[in-house]
């Protein structure tokens, strides 16, 4: 699903640019009548083109990491798409200063065309990876370096192929009359393919915990108190900050397969450890990315608004479905788990 999201928004916003550009040389080409234009027209199309790919990327992005989160989603997407459109028109004009100072020298179309690329496909994945970073909570981590070094790295790497497939389709079909709605549909979906690659996530499936789960405060002592845990030391928090308890809003990483069940309970040793519940509410399976949940205690887990029985069949467990787990002696009171399976970025 990622593959298709990211390539089809890279082709349809490389065309969507394209045909703007063309409406504005030709426009451009009225206003001074029968002489060429008096520049280069790639300083029109470079930077369009780039600008709405770029766009395209971001996005892209900031959906595919938040599948779930439609609104929050509009609300920052504005200020993230200007700055995109900015960095796309940025790498279009360098872009295009650089293919008539090649021009000028005599290099050959074809490796003005490589060159101009990879450095579109370059500032392309810069922004997508650094504007991932400033919206994630990974982003002081180390993982944020490495996304962007990997996102801008793929987008050089896509620049440069998009530009040897474009050499190459139009020597074997002829078809050089569209060359250019031809090389830039090609740029977009070699870009999207290769972003899609590029920020595929490092984990697949987490529990994000919800209601129930207060925030502890680090300054006041509560010793005494029993906070909920993670016992598994395959069990960690997305974060990759250093926190003791499970707190509202934290995302526990699971791993990509189990040899054992997880269990969750009130047990000490249970593997995430949730006071008040029974000692062994229920266990997760994960095999081949397929999570499956067991109940171990009567009417005490809850999928969605169903309650488990006791010793049923294991139910396996579908995205953004929310876990409710009762208190052993008392129904009104609850911690809940939001399930992901597609996880990128929730807390993005």
């Not at 609300?75 to 790498?91: D, M, Q, S």
């Not at 205690?297 to 009762?326: C, D, G």
Request: net charge neutral; with cysteine; charged share 20%.
């Amino acid at each position: 699903m990622r593959f298709y999201f990211y390539t089809t928004s890279g082709i349809v916003c490389a065309l969507i640019g394209w045909s703007f550009s063309q409406i504005l040389l030709i426009d451009m080409a009225k206003i001074f009548g029968a002489k060429s234009l008096p520049f280069n027209p790639d300083f029109i199309l470079l930077p369009i083109v780039a600008a709405c790919l770029a766009a395209a990327m971001v996005t892209t992005e900031i959906f595919l990491s938040n599948p779930t989160r439609y609104k929050s989603n509009r609300r920052v997407l504005p200020r993230y798409l200007w700055a995109a459109l900015g960095i796309g028109t940025v790498a279009g004009l360098i872009a295009a200063c650089l293919t008539w100072i090649l021009y000028q020298t005599g290099a050959p179309a074809w490796l003005v065309r490589i060159i101009c690329w990879s450095l579109v496909g370059l500032f392309i994945g810069l922004g997508e990876g650094v504007s991932w970073r400033l919206r994630s909570i990974e982003g002081g981590t180390r993982k944020a370096i490495e996304r962007i070094q990997r996102a801008t790295v793929f987008g050089v790497g896509a620049g440069f192929v998009a530009a040897i497939l474009v050499e190459v389709i139009l020597r074997i079909s002829g078809l050089e009359r569209y060359k250019d709605p031809l090389g830039f549909m090609i740029l977009g979906l070699s870009l999207g393919l290769s972003l899609s690659f590029a920020t595929s996530p490092t984990y697949q499936v987490a529990l994000r915990a919800g209601e129930g789960f207060e925030a502890v405060d680090p300054n006041y002592d509560d010793s005494d108190r029993l906070h909920p845990r993670l016992n598994n030391p395959d069990l960690q928090f997305v974060t990759g900050d250093h926190y003791e308890f499970i707190e509202e809003g934290l995302s526990i990483q699971l791993p990509a397969a189990t040899t054992k069940p997880i269990i969750i309970g009130s047990s000490l040793d249970a593997d995430i450890y949730i006071p008040d519940i029974p000692e062994k509410a229920a266990s997760f399976e994960i095999k081949n990315r397929h999570v499956t949940l067991a109940c171990l205690a009567e009417k005490k887990v809850q999928i969605q608004s169903r309650l488990l029985l006791q010793n049923a069949r294991s139910t396996p467990l579908r995205h953004n479905q929310i876990l409710t787990f009762y208190h052993a002696g008392n129904e009104d009171k609850y911690y809940r788990f939001v399930f992901y399976d597609r996880f990128l970025d929730p807390q993005a």
